[in-house]
């Protein structure tokens, strides 16, 4: 089954303790992003790849870092995590930009 | 730099009723627009996609939104909803001509469909 998957689904922790969550797809695609939903702001862009060892920035990307070692992967690094980063993150993936994304199931993440 | 506006954050309905969820965008001279649901707890999951071609666009779940430029809109509208459409809606743009690859999200219409 072509999906993006995402570990952990729940998780809290606590401020500074460096945290990462993983997102894997099967769909051989060339773009993947990370996004954080928050009530009343939408989702909005962390950062993406446009294909291995490949990124950028998004619209919100401070406290945050990627990697893209591997084309199925793209782990989102939290390395000092603080309260504000509490949040819903999304993992999407897309054949290539600028084409619909498949979406990860979504990780909700607490900070305390 | 690119924007997606939503204005309407919530929208009740009765079933069988129409429905019309508004999204306007910043004016760019090519852009890709989308449509996306989330249902609770779960993923968004595509509705539909205006790449190029004829502004009207067809997706799932008898969902359709018309492309207008000259109004930088892509409204999505439903004949009649039925309860099980309850949930949030995103619309999203990805600007060709930005020299970015980024997608940018409006901020979601919660759609409650009434009994």
């Known amino acids: 089954e072509a999906q993006v998957t995402q570990n952990p689904r729940y998780l809290i922790t606590v401020t500074g303790k460096k945290l990462t969550v993983t997102c894997s797809q099967n769909m051989n695609h060339e773009y993947m992003s990370w996004y954080r939903q928050d009530p009343g702001l939408g989702l909005r862009q962390i950062y993406y790849?446009?294909?291995?060892?490949?990124?950028d920035k998004g619209d919100v990307p401070e406290g945050y870092k990627v990697s893209r070692k591997e084309k199925r992967n793209f782990p989102l690094i939290l390395e000092s995590p603080s309260p504000n980063q509490t949040s819903l993150y999304f993992c999407?993936?897309?054949?290539?930009?600028?084409?619909?994304?498949?979406f990860g199931p979504g990780t909700r993440l607490t900070v305390l | 730099a690119q924007s997606v506006t939503q204005l309407d954050s919530q929208v009740p309905v009765f079933e069988e009723a129409p429905v019309e969820l508004r999204c306007n965008y910043s004016?760019?001279?090519?852009?890709?627009l989308f449509w996306y649901v989330q249902y609770p707890n779960q993923g968004l999951q595509l509705l539909l996609k205006?790449?190029?071609?004829?502004?009207l666009v067809k997706g799932i779940n008898g969902f359709e939104a018309e492309f207008n430029k000259s109004q930088t809109s892509f409204h999505l509208r439903k004949p009649s909803v039925h309860i099980s459409d309850t949930a949030e809606y995103f619309c999203?743009?990805?600007?060709?001509?930005?020299?970015?690859?980024?997608?940018?999200f409006g901020t979601g219409t919660r759609l409650k469909v009434l009994a």
């Open positions: 999407a993936s897309s054949l290539a930009y600028p084409n619909e994304q498949f």
């Open positions: 999203a743009v990805s600007d060709l001509t930005s020299g970015t690859y980024k997608y940018i």
């Open positions: 205006y790449l190029s071609g004829s502004t």
């Open positions: 004016s760019s001279v090519s852009v890709y």
């Open positions: 790849s446009m294909n291995v060892e490949v990124t």
